[in-house]
C-alpha cells in the first residue's frame, strides 16, 4: 500500500491531467447533437486504438503499419462471442484484447527473430494485417464477406453493451476505456518493462549492454499495444452493431489509427487523444464548411470529395509545420518564449 | 587475489583478417587493467569478444568461473560484465536521469527504487545537475560521465571501458582517472581500453600491450615502459643517427 501510494505521487502530475481532461471531456455531451456526439464517440475510440499503437511504435520505436490486425480481432471476438455464444461484450472486450495480444506475441516473435526493423516491420505489419483481413474475408465462421450484423439484444444495456437510446453513456462508457488506456501507459512508463522499451527504441545495441533483452522488451510492448488496441475494436464493433473484414481489417483503418499519435506526438502520454481531438474537429470544420460555404466561398458548396482534400491539405501542412506532432509544436513554442 | 575474467587463446578473423591471435589474458579481481596498443591492434575487437557483441572463432571467455563466449551480449551484461562504447552510444531522447534509469532497473523492478538508485549514481559521477538535460545535449565528456553512469548503475562486477579518455581535455581527464579509481575502490574490477599513454600508466595496476592482433606483454607500468618490444611497437625500432 505504502508503495502503491508513492507510485501515484510519483506520477500525480500525470494523474492529475487524466482527471482535468477527462472532467472536461465528460462535458461534451451537453449541449451537442447527436450527430456530433457519435462523432466524438468515434474520436475516443480511434484515441484508444492510438494509444495502443503509440505503445509500438512511440514507446518502443517500431513503428506499426498493420494496426488494423489487433482492431479487427478484438472486434471479430466481440461480435462473433455475442452473438454465436451470447458472451457479454465486457467479457468479449477483454478477450479479444488476450487474441489480439497472443497474436502481436506470435507477430512480433517472427518479425523481430528475423531482426526486422524500421520499413521492413511496418510492410511486415501490414502483411500481417491483409492476411487477416482477407483470411477472415472467406472464413464462413465469422461470416466470410457479408460481415456479421449484431441483432439489437433489448433488456439491460449495461451488460449487452449497446446504448442506441442513450447515446451518451456510449460516450461516456468510450471515454471510460480512454481513461484506462490512458492509465495503463502511464503505469508502463514509469515501470521497468517500459523504461526498456524507451532503451530499446533509441539504440538497441547499448540496451543489450546494460543487460536489456530486445527481444523480450519488443514481446512485452506488442502484446500490450494489441491489447489496448483491440479493446478499442471491440468497442468500435458494438458502437457500429456491424463488422465484416473490410472495415475493420482494413489499411485505411491502419492509417486512422497510426494518424492520430502522429499528428498529437509519437511517444507522449496525450498524443493519441490530442491527436484524435485535432483530427475530428478538422474533419468536421472541413464538412461543414463544403456543406455550408461562407458566401465568399459559395462555389465550393456541396462539392463532392472536396471536404477531404481541404483536410488532406491541413494535414499535410500541420505535419510540415509540427513534425513531432502538436504537443512537440506545443513544447517548442514554450522553449522558445522561455517558458 | 582471484581471477575473474579469462580470456583463453582466443582467436578472431575477419576473412582473411586475423585481427585478434591466440589471446590468453587473466583479470584479477579488484585490479585496473590497461590494454594500450596502436590503432587497429584489435583492443575494441577484444572487448566486443568478451561482451559477446562477436562470438570467438577459437578460444574461450570465463568469467566468475564460467563460460560465457557463447551468450548473448544482455546476459552477459546481467551476470555483472558490463561495457562502455568508444563511440558513446547515450539514449538521445532521453534525459540523463532516464538514462541512468533504464540500467538502474537492471537490478531492480521497484521504480522507485531504481529512481533512487539512478539518482545516487548521478549525483556520485558528478552529473546530478543535467539528471533533467536531454542526453544529447551533453558535451563529449558529460556524455563519457554518462556512460559510465549507466555501466555503474547496473551494479557491475567488471566494467570493460573503451577509451574514455579520448577527446577529454587534460582536466576532464584527470577527474575522469579519479573518477574510475574511485569505482575500483568501490570493488568494481575494471578493464580500460586507452590511446592516452600518460594516463593509463597512471590509472591502471597492469598494462597489457596488443600489437597487430597479438599480446605483445602483460605486466607493471613501469616495465611496460621499458620494454623494448613496446617500445618498438610504439615509437618503431630503436634509431642510430650517424656518429659525428
Keep these: 500500500m505504502i508503495r502503491l501510494r508513492q507510485l501515484v505521487a510519483a506520477s500525480s502530475k500525470d494523474l492529475q491531467i487524466l482527471l482535468a481532461v477527462v472532467a472536461i471531456l465528460a462535458l461534451v455531451p451537453l449541449g451537442v447533437s447527436r450527430f456530433t456526439l457519435s462523432v466524438a464517440t468515434a474520436a475516443l475510440i480511434f484515441a484508444l486504438a492510438g494509444i495502443g499503437w503509440n505503445v509500438l511504435s512511440g514507446f518502443a520505436g517500431q513503428f506499426s503499419f498493420g494496426h488494423a490486425a489487433y482492431f479487427g480481432l478484438g472486434a471479430y471476438t466481440v461480435a462473433v462471442t455475442f452473438t454465436r455464444y451470447s458472451i457479454s461484450p465486457w467479457v468479449g472486450l477483454v478477450l479479444g484484447g488476450l487474441v489480439a495480444a497472443i497474436f502481436g506475441l506470435l507477430a512480433g516473435w517472427i518479425s523481430f527473430r528475423f531482426g526486422l526493423k524500421g520499413a521492413y516491420f511496418a510492410l511486415a505489419t501490414f502483411a500481417f494485417a491483409e492476411l487477416l483481413r482477407l483470411t477472415f474475408n472467406n472464413f464462413d465462421y465469422v461470416g466470410a464477406s457479408i460481415g456479421i450484423t449484431i441483432p439489437l439484444a433489448g433488456g439491460d444495456s449495461w451488460s449487452s453493451l449497446q446504448f442506441e437510446d442513450t447515446p451518451e453513456i456510449r460516450y461516456f462508457v468510450a471515454l471510460a476505456l480512454v481513461a484506462l488506456g490512458i492509465l495503463a501507459v502511464i503505469a508502463v512508463k514509469r515501470s521497468r518493462i517500459g523504461s526498456r522499451m524507451l532503451a530499446v527504441r533509441e539504440d538497441e545495441e547499448a540496451a543489450a549492454s546494460l543487460g536489456i533483452n530486445p527481444l523480450r522488451a519488443k514481446l512485452f510492448a506488442i502484446s500490450i499495444s494489441g491489447f489496448i488496441t483491440a479493446v478499442a475494436g471491440g468497442y468500435y464493433a458494438m458502437f457500429l452493431m456491424f463488422v465484416d473484414s473490410d472495415l475493420v481489417f482494413g489499411p485505411f483503418i491502419s492509417v486512422a489509427i497510426l494518424l492520430r499519435p502522429i499528428v498529437g506526438g509519437v511517444g507522449t502520454i496525450w498524443g493519441p487523444v490530442v491527436g484524435a481531438a485535432v483530427l475530428s474537429i478538422l474533419g468536421e470544420v472541413t464538412r461543414s464548411l463544403v456543406r455550408d460555404p461562407p458566401s465568399i466561398l459559395q462555389a465550393i458548396e456541396g462539392v463532392n470529395g472536396l471536404d477531404q482534400v481541404i483536410f488532406g491539405v491541413i494535414l499535410v501542412v500541420v505535419i510540415i509545420r509540427a513534425p513531432d506532432g502538436v504537443l512537440g509544436w506545443f513544447r517548442r513554442f514554450r522553449k522558445r518564449d522561455g517558458v | ?244
Design chain 2, 1 to 244: 587475489m582471484s581471477t575473474i575474467l579469462e580470456v583463453k587463446g582466443a582467436t578472431k578473423r575477419f576473412g582473411g583478417l586475423t585481427a585478434l591471435r591466440d589471446i590468453s589474458l587473466d583479470v584479477v579481481e579488484g585490479e585496473i587493467l590497461g590494454v594500450i596498443g596502436p590503432n587497429g591492434a584489435g583492443k575494441t575487437t577484444l572487448f566486443n569478444l568478451i561482451s559477446g557483441a562477436i562470438p570467438p572463432d577459437e578460444g574461450q571467455v570465463v568469467f566468475d568461473g564460467e563460460r560465457i563466449d557463447q551468450l548473448a551480449p544482455y546476459v552477459i551484461a546481467d551476470r555483472g560484465l558490463v561495457r562502455t562504447f568508444q563511440i558513446v552510444k547515450p539514449f538521445g531522447g532521453l534525459t540523463v536521469f532516464e538514462n541512468v534509469l533504464v540500467a538502474a532497473f537492471l537490478r531492480r523492478s521497484d521504480p522507485i527504487e531504481a529512481s533512487a538508485h539512478a539518482s545516487s549514481i548521478l549525483e556520485y559521477v558528478g552529473l546530478a545537475a543535467f539528471a533533467d538535460r536531454q542526453s544529447k545535449g551533453l558535451t563529449l565528456a558529460g556524455r563519457k560521465r554518462l556512460e559510465l553512469a549507466r555501466t555503474l548503475a547496473t551494479d557491475p562486477k567488471v566494467l570493460l571501458l573503451d577509451e574514455v579518455l579520448a577527446g577529454l581535455t587534460p582536466t576532464e581527464g584527470a577527474e575522469m582517472v579519479t573518477l574510475v579509481k574511485a569505482i575500483r575502490d568501490g570493488g568494481v574490477t575494471v578493464v580500460v581500453i586507452e590511446h592516452v599513454m600518460a594516463a593509463i600508466m597512471a590509472l591502471s595496476d597492469r598494462i597489457a600491450v596488443i600489437h597487430h592482433g597479438e599480446l605483445l606483454a602483460v605486466g607493471l607500468p613501469t616495465d611496460i615502459a621499458k620494454d623494448p618490444k613496446v617500445v618498438e611497437a610504439y615509437l618503431g625500432k630503436e634509431f642510430h643517427i650517424a656518429p659525428d
